[in-house]
């Protein structure tokens, strides 16, 4: 038989038998693992039979074959989501040892259980012409670098007071590297949540509702398999963070900040390459909120859409539009007395993706300012972007599983990162989170 009738045997053969993709598991597993396999096989059994061979043998091995290596596949793409998921997961040893030792330190030295700020710099904390910023990140390194950019790419320095909101558990590390190692003249905050005036206890509630709300939305959501897409989803949802009460703190800024009426937010995993007063200075036309990727109108997204963060088969976001451009967080100028004018607060739907993001995407639409581009530049733990435009641009967000601290941080992202941070400090030194000079 030619390799055209054999061609069309297979095709009539496929065609009167629609249950071969039901094949025996055992066969499937049993078929060769390549076509060279197979051909040595059925040149084995032309040997055996003088010549003869029997086609719809052929056919039922070469279809076990191709299901063998389509479930491998299917099988190796999991694997390394998996794998991939498990590496952005982790914490590096050096940014544990740093934890430990700076813990330490509180313990021992009195400087580092020093006041943060000075009691001479607290009335900068509530003083409306200085420029504030927001951090809400219980990751002492990226704070570090965070805050070391920003002071250092800051026309005056002295005007930036940075709010440090962190955890319990992280508190006293983090106190110990800003107490150790002041941004002066900029004046650095930071406050554990066991610090706060909760009153009557509404504000943490709120929050632990939104909490529950997403969790018991995304295992209904997450239930169902299927596709390697949804096997990643299910690893997204299954990280730490997702159900993290700082996580959810971003949307409650208000409650944390009541004597601000104006405040820059900041995500941990960025760096600050210009002055931020332009920023600090948009006006936001009423709006609560000015960030990057909120422009309306047709043309490219910046970065997602809403399709791709809500669950549009949720009747809750039938008013909404899939196609328009989503804005995220990551660098973002926030007016809390608009925010506080407004009633509007996040409502039990089912999210499509796990963050404080999704609620807030309903919540202010139609209060978002787009502010010029250049002032972030996204997903640098997904690749590496173009030379000019990070040279441009104002703020580098590492969004993205490769988050510089990493070990699979992309190397030349991962040095210009690590370039604010004091190399010859003794406890980067220590812990190996920089090399030895």
């Not at 805050?147 to 992280?170: E, Y």
């Amino acid at each position: 038989m030619g390799p055209w009738n054999c061609q069309e045997f297979m095709k009539e053969w496929r065609r009167t038998h629609r249950a071969a993709t039901l094949l025996d598991p055992v066969v499937v597993e049993a078929a060769p693992d390549s076509l060279d396999a197979l051909m040595a096989e059925m040149g084995a059994v032309l040997a055996s039979y003088d010549g003869r061979l029997d086609m719809e043998a052929v056919a039922i091995k070469m279809m076990a074959m191709l299901l063998k290596m389509d479930r491998k596949v299917k099988s190796s793409r999991v694997r390394a989501l998996f794998n991939r998921h498990l590496a952005s997961l982790g914490v590096p040893k050096s940014v544990h040892c740093l934890t430990l030792r700076l813990a330490e330190e509180f313990a021992v030295n009195s400087a580092a259980r020093s006041p943060v700020p000075p009691p001479e710099h607290a009335p900068r904390l509530t003083d409306a012409s200085c420029l504030h910023v927001a951090l809400v990140t219980d990751n002492v390194l990226a704070a570090a670098v965070a805050v070391a950019s920003a002071a250092r790419s800051a026309a005056d320095p002295g005007r930036l007071v940075f709010h440090v909101v962190t955890d319990k558990k992280s508190y006293v590390p983090m106190h110990s590297w800003f107490a150790l190692h002041p941004a002066s003249p900029a004046v650095v905050e930071v406050r554990g949540l066991h610090q706060f005036d909760w009153r009557d206890g509404g504000v943490i509630a709120s929050v632990m509702r939104t909490v529950e709300e997403v969790q018991r939305s995304s295992l209904d959501y997450h239930r169902c398999g299927g596709s390697a897409e949804r096997e990643h989803r299910r690893l997204e949802a299954s990280k730490p963070s997702t159900f993290s009460l700082l996580n959810y703190l971003k949307i409650h800024l208000p409650e944390f900040f009541p004597e601000l009426g104006r405040v820059m937010l900041l995500d941990d995993d960025v760096v600050v390459r210009k002055d931020l007063t332009g920023l600090w200075e948009q006006d936001l036309d009423g709006n609560i909120i000015g960030a990057v990727g909120a422009h309306e109108g047709g043309g490219v997204c910046i970065d997602k859409t809403f399709g791709d963060r809500l669950n549009f088969s949720d009747p809750a976001v039938s008013g909404l539009l899939s196609s328009q451009c989503a804005w995220s967080w990551g660098v973002s100028i926030i007016d809390l007395d608009a925010w506080r004018r407004t009633n509007n607060r996040e409502s039990g739907f089912r999210l499509w993706q796990m963050a404080s993001l999704p609620p807030a995407l309903i919540a202010f639409d139609g209060r978002v300012q787009a502010i010029e581009p250049l002032w972030h530049l996204p997903g640098l733990g997904w690749r590496v972007p173009d030379p000019e435009l990070a040279r441009l641009s104002a703020v580098l967000h590492f969004s993205g599983p490769r988050k510089p601290w990493l070990e699979v941080a992309f190397p030349e992202l991962r040095q210009l990162w690590l370039g604010h941070l004091n190399a010859s400090d003794s406890f980067l030194q220590g812990c190996g989170v920089v090399e030895w000079q």
